[in-house]
Each structure stands twice: as C-alpha cells, then as structure tokens.
T-cell receptor
C-alpha cells in the first residue's frame, strides 16, 4: 500500500492556460474523489468515480472542469482557461466501497496539487 | 441542505491538557459524521467516524467523539494533548438518506500545543 499519489505537487500557470492533474489511488480502491481546498477553508467536494463511472458532480465543477478515470485506475482533472479564482489545493482521495454509496467509506487522501494561477 | 460549523479557528492548549474541538452540524436528518486530521504538507487522515450504533466513537491517537443528536454536535476530545497533536482538524458530514453523496467539511480548527 503506497498510498494515494498526486502529480504534480505544485503547478504555476498563467490565466487562460489549461492544466491537468493526475491522481493515482490505492491500487485496489474502486472509488476516487476530487476536492478543492482554498486557504482557510475545508475541502469542497467536486466529483467522484466508482470504477470508471463518474457518479456525482458538484455544482462547483463548472464547464471548464473535466475529470476522467478511463480504466478505473488513475484519474485526471483538467481545468481549461484557468482563472485566478481557480488557485487552490486540489485533493484526491480513494476508498474501497462494498455497499451502494460511498457515504460511510473511509477515504484516504493524497497530499494534493497546489495550483497558482497568475 | 447540510452544513458544518467548527467553533474556533484556533485552539491552544498546554501539553498534557484536555483537547476539545467543537463541531455542530445542521441537517434535516442526522448525517454520518467524521473527523479528519491534516498535518503540514500531508493529506487528510481519518481520525474517527460515526455511522450507526454506539454514540461514543473511539479513534486513532487517543481521540474520541460523541454524537449528541439533541445538540446536533460531534465534538472531538482527547484527555491529554501531545506536541505531536498539533495539526489542522476538520469535521465533516455526509448524507445518511436520499440518493446523493456530497460531503460537507467544516472550515477547520488549528490545534496549537504549548510545551
């Protein structure tokens, strides 16, 4: 068990550029989650996958955001036409869930990718 | 809609003193409840959770929390603080009914432990 890994750990970009983050979950975990955390705030849920299916998306996930988990293993989060308001820590988590919904799952978090939009 | 309030953005205690971090929730139906800890430059780690059963929940590192439905609270306690407990603590809830899974986190409480 190597834990959840995220790459890159830091990303600085200029406004209007596209960025992509990668998350590698714990290998046997079937569920994967993305969150956003800004300074002084708790994590805000963005979306989650069960295997390769994206089952829920927050209203925070605007049209500029897209997430994929094509083979049910790693996931990518892309932000198009970045804005300064996108500057935040993007967290990924994974869990192994047997029941229908992840509401009681124990989630394991990665260290995050810190995005700075200039 | 559900919400979480963590009273006090910073809590300062002396080493060996009682730790009490407060969490209140608002939800039409009692939700599932979680406490996470975040050390600098690390991911969040689950301390404990309440889903069903006994309302006093014991977690890792000597922490425990009690679900009090009448007070809509889930406060986190530890009898004796260690220097290593200094970190950011987050209370979170997820729906226990309905078809949605969207968790809500509090804004966090920074625990400072003085020697």
């Amino acid at each position: 068990d190597t834990g959840v890994s995220q790459n890159p750990r830091h990303k600085i970009t200029k406004r209007g550029q596209n960025v992509t983050f990668r998350c590698d979950p714990i290998s046997e975990h079937n569920r994967l989650y993305w969150y956003r955390q800004t300074l002084g705030q708790g994590p805000e849920f963005l979306t989650y996958f069960q295997n390769e299916a994206q089952l829920e998306k927050s209203r925070l996930l605007s049209d500029r955001f897209s997430a994929e988990r094509p083979k049910g293993s790693f996931s990518t989060l892309e932000i198009q036409r970045t804005e300064q308001g996108d500057s935040a820590m993007y967290l990924c988590a994974s869990s192994l869930g047997a029941s229908g919904r992840p509401n009681t799952d124990t989630q394991y978090f990665g260290p995050g990718t810190r995005l700075t939009v200039l | 809609a559900q919400s979480v309030t963590q009273l006090g953005s910073h809590v300062s205690v002396s080493e060996g003193a009682l730790v009490l971090l407060r969490c209140n929730y608002s939800s039409s139906v009692p939700p599932y409840l979680f406490w996470y800890v975040q050390y600098p430059n690390q991911g969040l780690q689950l301390l404990l959770k309440y889903t069903t059963g006994a309302t006093l929940v014991k977690g890792i590192n000597g922490f425990e929390a009690e679900f009090k439905k009448s007070e809509t609270s889930f406060h986190l306690t530890k009898p004796s603080a260690h220097m290593s407990d200094a970190a950011e603590y987050f209370c979170a809830v997820s729906p226990s009914s309905g078809g949605s899974y969207i968790p809500t986190f509090g804004r966090g409480t920074s625990l400072i432990v003085h020697p």
